[in-house]
């Protein structure tokens, strides 16, 4: 896991983190442990983390009046309202954890009010009082609100790129203008997402109830089925191409399972005719996590389609040869514009903008 960009609002967020603090599962217990041993800066995030998880955990709605409610309201918007100097940065400072804190109480007390509101309505009074022997109804529970969020989507732009840790403490770097999104139904025994254009997985190993629990990635028509490993799948042009780096994980093709090793790379179109290479170098497929375009004999025309998966352009070559000349060679890929560039030097071309479209011709051509 990355230490960069977590917070301890995030970490609260966690169900593995949950589970971490509570002891309730002992992979969590020991992925956590090791992950605060590595980031020795971020224990201050998972002591403010813990201590808001065990103050939630130890509070006990007192039982009040509509007007002591109120009051207590009137009080906590004072001390939110309250400015506070000082110029330390968000993380390091503990009245914002403290307001955290305070916000979740209040949310718990307005639930309170609104039913205690209802059971002072006079048309409420008089409809217990038919049946006056039944118990008191008790204020209700503070709730855990992570299980009924609903599918969580993180998405990127053409030519963005972006690293998400998922709920389970897996991480994923998504390519330009793709889409990861948690089934509706994810939890701590059901790890499933579904994947629009590219990805690289590093899924952490689980455990629920004693048993392993696969992590599933859903690209199209297949499934791919996943213990513990690192992988990249992606689902450009109309076929799922799934890249094992290590581990071991299976695909899942209408009714046929497959088997990959590490150095294994399978590609299904979309009539589902699967194409399997073995004993590849994985790392040139996953090169782009790094910044690095790796192109080993790839035709012009692939790398046209690349960009257009990438950067939204369309890519017209004035003559269709060009598209057939390969290139061989590493690219730095911070941008389009070092891309084509590269591309310039290496075929003696010249590539022209108009709008949302590339021209490519040869420089021992004129322009059109």
């Known amino acids: 896991m990355e230490s960069d960009g977590f917070t301890p609002l995030d970490l609260v967020d966690n169900p593995s983190f949950r589970a971490f603090v509570d002891g ?15 980031n020795p800066d971020r224990q201050h995030d998972v002591a403010e983390a813990t201590r808001i998880l065990k103050a939630l955990g130890a509070y006990h709605p007192r039982g009040l009046t509509p007007d002591q ?12 309202g309250t400015p506070v100097a000082g110029v330390r940065p968000l993380w390091r400072r503990p009245w ?18 609104s039913y205690l509101r209802q059971q002072t309505d006079p048309a409420t009074v008089a409809s217990r009082t038919t049946n006056a022997a039944q118990p008191a109804p008790q204020l209700p529970a503070l ?24 709920p389970d403490g897996s991480v994923v770097r998504l390519n330009a203008n793709s889409e990861l999104a948690l089934a509706s139904d994810w939890s701590p025994g059901n790890r499933e997402v579904i994947l629009t254009g590219e990805a690289f997985f590093q899924v952490q190993k689980q455990q629920h109830d004693g048993k392993r629990i696969k992590f599933i990635v859903r690209a199209a028509n297949v499934a791919v089925e996943v213990l513990g490993t690192t992988f990249d799948v992606s689902t450009r042009n109309r076929k799922v191409k799934v890249v094992l780096n290590e581990g071991k994980i299976r695909l899942n093709v209408a009714q046929r399972t497959l088997d990959l090793q590490p150095g294994d790379l399978v590609e299904v179109n979309n009539r589902q005719a699967i194409t399997l290479r ?67 030097k290496a075929f003696s071309l010249t590539i022209t903008r108009q709008e949302k479209t590339l021209l490519i011709h040869s420089a021992h051509v004129s322009k059109p």
């Open 96 to 113: 914002l954890w403290q307001a955290a804190a305070t916000l979740t109480l209040v949310m718990g007390l307005l639930s309170g009010w």
């Open 24 to 38: 309730s599962d002992s992979e969590a217990v020991r992925f956590w442990t090791d992950w605060v041993a590595r």
């Open 278 to 344: 073995s004993r590849i170098e994985p790392e040139g497929h996953s090169a782009w996590t790094a910044d690095e375009l790796v192109f080993d004999e790839t035709p012009l025309s692939d790398i046209a389609q690349l960009i257009e998966n990438n950067y939204g352009y369309r890519v017209q070559f004035a003559d269709p040869a060009l598209g057939r000349r390969r290139l061989t060679a590493t690219v730095p890929d911070p941008s389009l514009d070092v891309l084509l560039s590269s591309l310039e």
């Open 143 to 166: 709730e855990d609100t992570t299980a009924n969020a609903g599918p969580l989507s993180y998405r990127t732009g053409f030519g963005e790129r972006r690293t998400v840790t998922l």
């Open 69 to 80: 409610i109120d009051a207590e309201i009137r009080q906590l918007q004072d001390k939110l």
